[in-house]
């Protein structure tokens, strides 16, 4: 079992940065592949980023690419999304979710979520 919780969301105008942070709880964080998902109003949910267990291979969304950023800490158990010359198409509930084996991009594929943090970004 593991129990993610998200923090560092916000209101910030349109070419700032927030970095996002999910605590997992649980000895055995480091064999979890990490996403971060979003979903903003009247949409569906969508990946933004993910990383393996190891923190050896990512993938990004292509509207992020160049401009966010995915790490993990395994000693501290927790993943990062460090997000940059953000837009306001960024705006949405940004989740964290973790699964065993390798990561995915497709939200179903993974076992824990956390509550969501709230990104807002202003033009």
């Known amino acids: 079992q593991v129990q993610l919780v998200e923090s560092g969301g916000g209101l910030v105008q349109a070419g700032g940065s927030l970095r996002l942070s999910c605590a997992a709880s649980?000895?055995?964080?480091?064999?979890?592949?990490m996403g971060w998902f979003r979903q903003a109003p009247g949409k569906e949910r969508e990946i933004v980023a993910a990383?393996?267990?190891?923190?050896?291979?990512?993938y990004y969304a292509e509207s992020v690419k160049g401009r966010f950023t995915i790490s993990r800490d395994n000693n501290k158990n927790t993943v990062y999304l460090q997000m940059n010359s953000l837009k306001p198409e960024d705006t949405a509930v940004y989740y964290c979710?973790?699964?065993?084996?390798?990561?995915?991009?497709?939200?179903?594929?993974?076992?824990?979520w956390g509550q969501g943090t709230q990104v807002t970004v202003s033009s």
């Open positions: 649980g000895r055995t964080f480091s064999s979890y592949a």
């Open positions: 979710a973790a699964r065993t084996h390798y990561y995915s991009d497709i939200d179903s594929d993974y076992d824990y």
């Open positions: 990383i393996s267990w190891g923190a050896g291979d990512t």
